[in-house]
């Protein structure tokens, strides 16, 4: 049956819950002669008569029940094809793919990954965890549509976007001599030894040029990549820490956060995405923040 189209399964259709041509026609906003062309033609295709005719009414043959039974499935596919195209369009329904540092995952984040599933639940969210440093990959190589992370993000073909900009503050035990003060200056803790991010993780060299300009090296005692483990380590006297002041809900009564005086590495929270991604799903994200 080749070279049927929709048009001639909606007249059958038409003709079958209508019962007469000029029902038909006007349901299909067209005209009697023109849907009598269309079921002569569909019925030249099947090579059998599918409506029984006369001047009162019409009937579906034997064989036209059958085809009817089909075109009402294939008008419910394409129908429902169509639906799930524009609800695409419109970033109701499609997948997300979306890195997060370990830092993001601990901020506003998965606030607004709920958000977006609470306001698109037809759309797939799927996370996964991935260094700063590799997120500009990720997004280029398309493995990732859209990224949370700590370092600059900036790379050709992407944009970028500063969520959260905010000074970090140093971390001390609890019973630090100095955990009591309203604010502490670098210099006043030379003596200490520090925890550090690894190289090549971009805070590290914004430490320690912070504390090149308060006038020495830090003495460095272990390294982390993430906040949760530095806090561990300070609670077990290894060293102290510089950490963003938004870490502080997750410190508990060991730890004290204290503010630095004087010029401090700053933790810039951001995402990024490819410039040429035109996803709805995607602009709807985007648009809840």
Not at 64 to 70: A, D, H, N, P, T
Not at 72 to 101: C, F, I, K, N
């Amino acid at each position: 049956m080749q070279g049927i189209e929709l048009r001639h399964l909606r007249c059958l259709v038409a003709l079958a819950e209508e019962g007469s041509f000029s029902r038909a026609a006007a349901r299909l906003g067209t005209t009697q002669p023109a849907v009598s062309q269309l079921l002569k033609r569909l019925e030249d295709m099947v090579g059998q008569r599918l409506v029984h005719r006369d001047r009162l009414s019409l009937s579906l043959t034997a064989l036209g029940e059958e085809v009817l039974l089909q075109a009402r499935e294939a008008l419910a596919a394409v129908d429902g094809a169509l639906e799930a195209t524009r609800r695409s369009l419109r970033g109701e329904a499609g997948r997300l793919r979306v890195g997060l540092s370990v830092p993001s995952l601990y901020g506003g984040v998965p606030a607004l990954i709920r958000r977006l599933r609470a306001a698109r639940p037809g759309v797939a969210v799927e996370m996964t965890v991935l260094p700063s440093t590799e997120q500009p990959a990720a997004l280029l190589e398309r493995r990732v549509d859209l990224a949370f992370g700590c370092a600059d993000l900036r790379a050709d073909g992407l944009a970028r976007r500063v969520l959260a900009d905010e000074a970090m503050q140093v971390v001390l035990p609890a019973w630090h001599r100095l955990a009591g003060r309203p604010s502490l200056p670098l210099a006043a803790l030379r003596e200490e030894g520090w925890i550090m991010p690894p190289a090549p993780v971009p805070l590290r060299d914004e430490i320690l040029g912070a504390f090149r300009a308060a006038g020495y090296a830090p003495r460095i005692v272990a390294e982390s990549t993430d906040f949760l483990t530095t806090f561990g380590l300070v609670m077990a006297d290894a060293g102290l820490a510089l950490a963003a002041e938004s870490f502080a809900d997750f410190a508990g009564p060991d730890l004290v956060l204290v503010p630095l005086t004087g010029p401090a590495p700053r933790l810039v929270h951001a995402l990024a995405h490819r410039q040429d991604d035109r996803s709805p799903v995607l602009r709807a994200l985007l648009e809840m923040l």
